[in-house]
């Protein structure tokens, strides 16, 4: 899964208007057209999108959707974490604080996509890359994360 494919994903279970995306991306620092976002969306074929989506570029999409729900904070300069093998975990600690979400909040999501997870392996997705009890998250949670939170939201 890339990047397009989790906004794409993300977008549809949020329940987010072309308009907002393009509002979200800059609050988060971006500028993205409409119709650039909507090259971000359309696939050239089974693998490929017209507009590739760069690390920064996603976390910059996720940075906004925080400030988005939550405000902008003062004299903050946002870290650039995100890279391709941590995008899930990242994108997961995201829409947790965007959300405003408990952890029992995101078990009972996981549930609602038929991911059974206790807190400690939840727990674990959310630590900080390089912590001892660190484990990175896969695609197919991310993708079931995404379908439980589609209920809630549309």
Same mark, same amino acid.
């Given at each position: ?25 800059? $609050?988060? @620092?971006? =500028?993205? #057209? ?9 696939? +050239?074929? &089974? ?14 999409? $996720?940075? @906004?959707? =925080?400030? #988005? ?9 946002? +870290?650039? &974490? ?73």
């Amino acid at each position: 899964m890339n990047h397009n494919d989790r906004l794409k994903r993300l977008r549809y279970a949020l329940d987010i208007r072309d308009v907002d995306v393009v509002e979200i991306f800059k $609050l988060g @620092g971006a =500028v993205v #057209s409409k119709e650039e976002f909507l090259s971000m969306l359309t696939m +050239v074929d &089974e693998e490929t999108y017209e507009t590739e989506i760069s690390d920064e570029l996603f976390e910059r999409f $996720l940075n @906004g959707l =925080v400030t #988005s729900q939550r405000g902008a904070r003062e004299g903050v300069e946002p +870290v650039f &974490e995100l890279r391709q093998r941590n995008a899930n975990n990242i994108l997961l600690k995201k829409i947790k604080i965007a959300l405003s979400l408990t952890t029992d909040d995101m078990i009972e999501i996981f549930e609602d996509g038929d991911i059974k997870m206790s807190k400690s392996e939840l727990g674990s997705f959310l630590r900080k890359e390089g912590h001892r009890n660190y484990k990175q998250c896969l695609d197919n949670y991310t993708k079931h994360f995404l379908l439980g939170l589609v209920p809630r939201f549309r």
